[in-house]
């Protein structure tokens, strides 16, 4: 009888130590690997809140401002909405191993509360494919939001008025930038009034320099030689993936799609309900969605971000635009471009923006200290921000250049502000480069090179006939 108690009572404090350990998603009120979710984490969970300390400076008005936008929080892509069902599969054999097959692990299982919610998920099986990347209602609010705040600070050059003259708006050729656009318009003008933006070039060099460029394509950041390709082969990665299984309770590892899928899913659900909570994100604890952030931070280190010198060069058109919009002295005050990842992070990587000494490599997973983090960079509706200051008597113009709200701390600047003249000189290549030579040279020589061969082959048919 007492060796019975005790071994009960032994038993019971075992479950009671495991539980202790045991990471509970639903029971975490502080969740703070949601703001590690990379270009997939929610603009309200990063934006600045210290912006109110930041946007004045004294003996100088606000009089510019220029804007670059990331469109707001999206549904999936169209591989990942038809690979979604397959998470139905996924929740069943989970909630199979833990209730019927009793595979359950001993320790740093899944708690109840997680287990309970994933058994209740069902994929919204409305989001078909003709939707892929539509901007969702968050992500309509992100920019209403974005918008409003701007505003709040600058009114005196958001103006609540508009007119074509003063204001210059552009989006990319997606369902997604136009909303966003017409988002951020209504958080600025209200809802009724008509804003006409700029029309799209055929070939959109500003906000697309990436599609044109076919000497940054060639650029290996996930294939096989790549430090991405590495990491994802290497034997941290394969024991995450590993653990991911032998916790959800397979006896058997996952395939990496698979986890990659319910971490995708993670994000989404994450940043479409931002005051909810993904059933999807208890599948991971927060040590191995660090191991997800980093193989996705390198992967746009060597994408967009310094890992390749010529990626500082892809968006010198925007830089460039940004520079001749400050300096000028007429109209449009303000300038603002919805765009994507792309455009955001390589803008940040041409204005030397979070530049890491040591570059991300598969090897040096370790560090949690780098720069180049791509959830406070560019999250959903991520936006880059330079408002100009024009200043009294002989106080020199300044600028401040906002990230997701925060001022951003170039070592050149003083905490943030920036003076007008060391902006030129510090940018002064990309302010006065020939953009379409400086680099991707290739970006019209597609139609060259079809040219060229048109001439080769009417050759032919001439000698020939
Ligand atoms: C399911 O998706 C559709 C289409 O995007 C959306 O309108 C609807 O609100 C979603 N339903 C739920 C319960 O989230
Ligand atoms: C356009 O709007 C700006 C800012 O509100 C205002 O200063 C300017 O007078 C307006 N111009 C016209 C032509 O209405
Ligand atoms: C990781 O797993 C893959 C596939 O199972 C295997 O081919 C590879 O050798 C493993 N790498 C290491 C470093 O363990
Ligand atoms: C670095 O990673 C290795 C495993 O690859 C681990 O053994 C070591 O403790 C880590 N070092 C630090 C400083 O985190």
Known sequence: MKLLLTTI????????????????????????????????????????????????????????????HRHGTRLPTVKTIKSAPKLNTLRDEIVANYRVRRTKPDTNALCLEDLSLLSMWKWNSSITVDQEQFLTMQGYEDLKGTAKTYQRFYGDVLTKNYNNTYYKFRHTDTQRTTESFKAFAEGLFGADVKVQPDQIPEKDLLLRPYDYCESWKAHDYSGENSENYKFKHSAIWNKTIADISKRLGFQYTLESSDIELMWDMCRYEQAWHVDRTSVWCAMFTPAQVSVFEYEDDMKYFYKLGYGFEENTRLNCRAAQDM?????????????????????????????????????????????????????NL??????????????????????????????????????????????????ETLYTADCSSYYCADAGAASVVKSLSMLFISIIVYLLY
């Open 9 to 68: 009572l032994l038993s019971y404090l075992q479950l009671f130590v495991h539980c202790q350990n045991d990471y509970c998603f639903g029971k975490d009120n502080e969740r703070t690997q949601t703001r590690h979710f990379t270009s997939k984490t929610a603009y309200q969970i990063i934006k600045g809140t210290n912006i109110e300390k930041e946007y004045l400076v004294p003996g100088c008005k606000p009089t510019k401002i220029w804007i670059l």
């Open 323 to 375: 520079l001749t919009h400050l300096n000028s002295p007429t109209t449009p005050n303000v300038i603002a471009y919805f765009g994507h990842t792309s455009g955001v992070q390589s803008l940040l990587s041409a204005l030397g923006i979070a530049k890491d000494n040591i570059p991300l490599t598969a090897n040096n997973y370790n560090r949690t200290d780098y720069n180049w983090k791509t959830s």
């Open 378 to 427: 560019d999250p959903f509706a991520s936006n880059f921000v330079a408002v100009k200051f024009t200043c009294n008597g002989n106080v020199g113009d300044k600028v401040i250049f906002f990230l997701n709200q925060n001022a951003v701390d170039l070592d050149w600047c003083d905490v943030g502000l920036c003076d007008w003249s060391e902006v030129l000189k510090r940018y």
